[in-house]
Structure formats: structure tokens, C-alpha cells
């Protein structure tokens, strides 16, 4: 079984900075592509970013010049360094993930972290 911590989330003023990290644990597994996902109240759940094991990365238009995602592989961990937060940005952030588990590939979310960015 594999798991997906995140950590990272909370509240900051417009124009505000915030990093989130999402870990993946467990055993025998190989992770495909990483990314995060966020769903405001009242919308779908719509990605942000994602980075693939070859190093592409992709973003939503509405964050793209701020928002940045990495991965240390060694740590099974991917990043989110979120800049020039605006109150749009409020949501719930869930970090998804594509893994092989005894190679089977197979989808995980995290339990999601809020982000609350005030005007």
C-alpha cells in the first residue's frame, strides 16, 4: 500500500508565498508522474500542476509564472512553491499521484491541504 502526505497549507495575505510537499510512502512501488489537483467550494476538483518521471512539467494557464513544481526523486516527493498568491487561489489542495505498485500502476490523492489566500 502506498500513502500520500501532504503538508504545507494555511493562510496568507494576497501577493504571499506558500510551499506545499506531498511524500510518498510505502513499499515496492515506482512513481509514474506526481502533481497537484485543488477544488474551491462550489467547483471541480481541476489540476494545477503536474511533473512526469522524464522531467515535463504542465500547469493550468491560471497559474502559469507563478506557481513552480519539482520533484526530488530520492525522497519521493513532489513540491508546490506557490508566489503572488491571489484570493482565487483558495481551495483545497490534493496532491495526485501515478504509481506502480508490483507494477501495477494505479492513481493516489492525498487528503488534501487548504490553502486560504485573503484579500
Known amino acids: 500500500q502506498v500513502q500520500l502526505v501532504e503538508s504545507g497549507g494555511g493562510l496568507v495575505q494576497a501577493g504571499g508565498s506558500l510551499r506545499l510537499s506531498c511524500t510518498a510512502s510505502?513499499?515496492?512501488?515506482?512513481?509514474?508522474?506526481m502533481g497537484w489537483y485543488r477544488q474551491a467550494p462550489g467547483k471541480q476538483r481541476e489540476l494545477v500542476a503536474a511533473s512526469t518521471s522524464g522531467g515535463s512539467t504542465n500547469y493550468a494557464d491560471s497559474v502559469k509564472g507563478r506557481f513552480t513544481i519539482s520533484r526530488d526523486n530520492a525522497k519521493n516527493t513532489v513540491y508546490l512553491q506557490m508566489n503572488s498568491l491571489k484570493p482565487e487561489d483558495t481551495a483545497v489542495y490534493y496532491c495526485?499521484?501515478?504509481?506502480?505498485?508490483?507494477?501495477?500502476?494505479?492513481?493516489?490523492w492525498g487528503q488534501g491541504t487548504q490553502v486560504t489566500v485573503s484579500s
Open positions: 510505502g513499499s515496492n512501488f515506482r512513481i509514474n508522474a
Open positions: 495526485h499521484a501515478r504509481i506502480e505498485v508490483a507494477a501495477i500502476p494505479r492513481i493516489y
